[in-house]
């Protein structure tokens, strides 16, 4: 884990993904990690911290936070292009090298058994509530956030720092085909 | 309307909110038109196309939308920096005068009685799916897109043109406080 990360108050959590960025779903169950890509994902509730994402019920991530109950969302950078489009497109079933192809190196917080993937700007810890309609007939969960945290040097005391951190901690912002934004500049309202 | 905006095919309407843009929701009612801001909006499908926004129960826009039925979805560009945090800080209750004061100005499509915003970069019109629990419990209001259409100086052939166009016109990607972000460079995953 790197020096730079620290925790963020869960109050605070929405905030890690109320630009819209893509994330990273990863979850474990019985000894299998998994990590896939997923743009459909936003804040839910200020507090309790709860936010939803959208995963179809072909992904093998799915089933492992169904089975365990518990899934970390996390933003990748700018440098980590290529590992989201990867792990967005290879599958664990047909791919069981899966996590090493995309360079995905996995860590852990204390207290929480998940796979957290390394090299993220953010983290968010989340305990899934359980609703059958919305998994059945929406593909969408919704999780509780039990822990936040984030790289200080793009996120601190409750704000990006897009604009003076790094260029290659940015943001990416899926579109469709392999392309994606990153996060811009920032503006103020009056 | 200007004479830069064209239809968008239902099944490509997602990726005029793929990237997580902050939105602009519109509604009427009875004669009342209304215009909030939503950070917490996403797609939700593709084919048929639904999104799905947060709305808090207390504001005024998601009451029309209950009464209705239908809303608007649209994605407010960088032009519209202070328009949208004015339609998300002020309330129809309190100033009658909102949309006015915000700057808001209403057109319509034709066979859609709906408040659209111009100015805006896209527009996605909706009519709700009844979802009590969602909405009681979540504040979610899930949607079917029955129209699209962008500003094809924009989005144009089922993609975003941002690094082409002219930098008003990229998305706004709120996060607290006033602060906002623009949407950034393009990059592509190989």
Redesign the interface.
């Known amino acids: 884990m790197n020096k730079f990360i620290a925790p963020v108050a869960l109050e605070k959590a929405y ?1 890690l993904l ?5 994330v990273l779903v990863s979850a474990r169950h019985a000894g299998v990690d998994n990590v896939m890509a997923a ?7 200020f507090s309790p911290a ?1 936010l ?1 994402v ?1 995963l179809d019920k072909t992904t093998q991530t799915r089933a492992l936070i169904e089975q365990s109950g518990a899934f970390v969302i996390q933003v990748p950078t ?1 440098a980590q ?2 590992l ?3 792990v967005g497109n290879l599958s664990l079933r047909t791919d069981p090298d899966k996590l090493a192809k995309s360079g995905v190196e996995l860590f852990r917080f204390d207290g929480h058994d998940l796979p957290f993937v390394a090299g993220c700007s953010a983290w968010l810890a989340c305990r899934l509530i359980p609703e059958p ?2 998994q059945q007939t ?3 969960l ?1 999780g509780d956030v039990i822990g936040a945290w984030s790289d200080t040097r793009v996120f601190k005391d ?3 720092h ?1 604009d003076h951190a790094d260029p290659s901690l ?1 943001s ?5 085909g ?13």
């Not at 392999?178 to 009056?190: M, V």
């Open positions: 905030r109320n630009h819209g960025p893509t743009a459909w994902a936003c804040a839910l509730d709860k939803m959208v700018v292009l290529q989201t489009y990867d309609h919305n929406h593909d969408l919704i409750g704000h990006w897009f940015r990416l912002h899926y579109i469709a392999g392309q994606f934004y990153a996060i811009g500049e920032s503006l103020k309202a009056k």
